[in-house]
């Protein structure tokens, strides 16, 4: 059976994408025929290993591109990149992102700056590099990996609540700029997924509260999901793909709930 999706042929870059969500939303649109542009950072072996086999596996054209999130020219030169490697640029999946957990009073400077500055403003200037190649083709599809904590917040996480609150807001008016240019702007609000940044704090917290997995997993990273249920990578893969392709055409500004529940409280 032919994709509902047709994406085959299309090129995208996808920020954070050598692990966790990234990686697994870069793996979904491959398989889809997409042509892509890795970005992260990591162990340069493994990297290029994954981008080996994805490639192999896909039959689509995959490139890395190490660009910094915290720099603007680095953001710049990678969506050059992508147009001047693979002739055009459909989809620009903005997910990198870190986390820190202080009191505000409390909270480094310095991981204020990072996180703002990789959570919210690589998008920002990810987009104003895309948004001229997009509107040249007459089609583009921006699609910016929020949070629940896009729309809602929790203590101790100020720059990244405020990051991702930010993000909404950004997708919200590029979308509005881009409308009339058949690009669309949408951001995805997940809840807690099982990366392996998760996974690790479900270790230190079993330990540090003297708990099993399981009762961390219920009791503690899952308490704001009342499915109790992690976010999985293929529901977050296809809500993406329906947002990238002619499906979600009307889909515009929206900022998107995928938190089993969380944010209907």
Sequence with gaps: ?????????????????????????????????????????????????????LEAKAGVKVLFHGADM???????????????????LDILVNNAGVQFVSPIEDFPIAKWDQIIAINLTSAFHAIRAAVPIMKAQGRGRIINIASAHGLVASPFK???????????????????????????????????????????????????????????????????QPTKKFVEFDQLAGLMLYLASDLGASANGAALA?????TAE
């Design 158 to 224: 100020s720059a990244y609540v405020a990051a991702k609150h930010g993000i909404v807001g950004l997708t919200k008016t590029v979308a509005l700029e881009g409308a009339e240019a058949g690009i669309t702007a949408n951001a995805i609000c997940p809840g807690y997924v099982k990366t392996p940044l998760v996974e690790a704090q479900i270790a230190d917290q079993a330990k540090a509260r003297n708990m099993t997995p399981e009762q961390v997993m219920r009791d503690v990273i899952l308490d704001a």
């Design 1 to 53: 059976m032919a994709s509902p999706y047709n994406l085959a042929g299309h090129v995208a870059i996808v920020t954070g994408s050598t692990s966790g969500i990234g990686q697994a939303l870069a793996h979904a649109l491959a398989a889809e025929g997409v042509n892509i542009v890795l970005n992260g950072f990591g162990d340069a072996a493994a990297i290029e290993k994954d981008r080996a086999a």
């Design 258 to 262: 995928i938190d089993g529940g969380w």
């Design 70 to 88: 915290t720099k603007p020219d680095e953001i710049a030169a990678m969506v050059a990149f992508a147009k001047d490697q693979l002739g055009r």
